[in-house]
């Protein structure tokens, strides 16, 4: 299995980004997946999580309210809209595949990662 993550780049603070991660390999059947983030310096962090059968859905504090991940599976990819950016939402965001969600905050949980896309939010 390989996710690919895309649409990062560079958006003033308040702006908005849509990123993708399409998955493609072997069948692709996920318990869910998530997207985390790692700023210069600083450990990964989870951002958010999706189940990848219900849809449903659960996020990091810093991000809530602002951030929706939503899946399609049909086309086997999933997305992070992210609205009203901050500075400090500058960071390389990676998706990844779990097949269970027994710890989802955690980077352990996860058996497949994509390669990590840049958003950088100026003020």
């Known amino acids: 299995v390989q996710l690919q993550a895309s649409g990062g780049g560079l958006v003033q603070a308040g702006g908005s980004l849509r990123l993708s991660c399409a998955a493609s390999?072997?069948?692709?059947?996920?318990?869910?997946m998530a997207w985390f983030r790692q700023a210069p310096g600083k450990e990964r962090e989870f951002v958010g999580r999706?189940?990848?059968?219900?849809?449903?859905?659960y996020y990091a504090d810093s991000v809530k309210g602002r951030f929706t991940i939503s899946r399609d599976n049909a086309k086997n990819t999933v997305y992070l809209q992210m609205n009203s950016l901050k500075p400090e939402d500058t960071a390389v965001y990676y998706c990844?595949?779990?097949?269970?969600?027994?710890?989802?905050?955690?980077?352990?949980?996860?058996?497949?990662w994509g390669q990590g896309t840049l958003v950088t939010v100026s003020s």
């Open positions: 999706i189940s990848w059968g219900s849809g449903g859905t």
């Open positions: 990844a595949a779990a097949k269970s969600f027994v710890r989802f905050t955690s980077t352990a949980n996860y058996d497949y």
């Open positions: 390999g072997r069948t692709f059947s996920p318990y869910g």
